[in-house]
């Protein structure tokens, strides 16, 4: 069966610092790969996917996270955080034996100080 | 997302009444999804469905109900036989399985 593990629950971070966000998961064959952001009282939003082609994928505001097929690692970085990226963030796995249903991570809040 | 809408926002149950959570979507998305959210536990699947009139039990299915008559809706009730109904309710819908969901902006359920 997939799983993913999100190996912080909770990440402070001074504004204009770097973070990870780190995420591992457990498939024996190929998957899809995604973060989530959750801001307080909404749904989910995709901040960005992992398919197939280049291990590094970029999002619009400045997020990255690395495919690591060996590690079963899929972290999320951003090198300069800012105020407003203090959010939960939701690591998934879909495909594979779990088919159409995704598999989320217990989250990382992650709490940017000014 | 603008394309799927759940309703209420907020909604409150008395004991021993069922109540029912709306989610409709325009996305023409053939998978649906319920999920529950409680504090620092993520996402617990509820219920899904991949197809018209057809569903099945997620993780957490007992004390819920569905339905899925037609693509656009998949309606969530809550049975007086869930006796920790107080959570944030989400929505999903899904094109396949090599694609992100989409979700709701949630309904929040508390016991009056």
């Known amino acids: 069966a997939q799983s993913v593990t999100q190996l912080d629950s909770q990440v402070p971070v001074f504004e204009e610092a770097p973070v990870e966000l780190r995420c591992n998961y457990s498939?024996?064959?190929?998957?899809?790969l995604f973060w989530y952001v959750q801001y307080p009282n909404q749904g989910l939003q995709l901040l960005l996917k992992?398919?197939?082609?280049?291990?590094l994928v970029e999002s619009i505001n400045g997020f990255e996270a690395e495919f690591n097929k060996s590690q079963t690692s899929f972290h999320l970085r951003k090198p300069s955080v800012h105020i407003s990226d203090t959010a939960e963030y939701f690591c998934a796995v879909s495909g594979g034996s779990g088919g159409f249903k995704t598999i989320f991570g217990a989250g990382t809040r992650l709490f940017v100080k000014a | 997302d603008g394309g799927i809408t759940q309703s209420p926002k907020y909604l409150f149950r008395k004991e021993g009444q069922n109540v029912t959570l709306s989610c409709e979507q325009n996305?023409?998305?053939?998978?649906m999804y319920w999920y529950r959210q409680d504090p620092g536990q993520g996402l617990r699947l509820i219920y899904y469905s991949q197809i018209v009139n057809d569903f099945q039990k997620g993780d957490i299915a007992e004390g819920y109900s569905v339905s899925r008559e037609k693509k656009e809706s998949f309606p969530l009730t809550v049975t007086s036989a869930q006796k920790n109904p107080t959570a944030f309710y989400l929505c999903?819908?899904?094109?396949?399985?090599?694609?992100?969901?989409?979700f709701g902006d949630g309904t929040r359920l508390s016991i009056l």
């Open positions: 992992y398919l197939s082609g280049s291990t």
């Open positions: 996305l023409n998305h053939d998978a």
């Open positions: 498939s024996s064959v190929s998957v899809y």
């Open positions: 999903a819908t899904q094109n396949s399985d090599n694609q992100p969901q989409h």
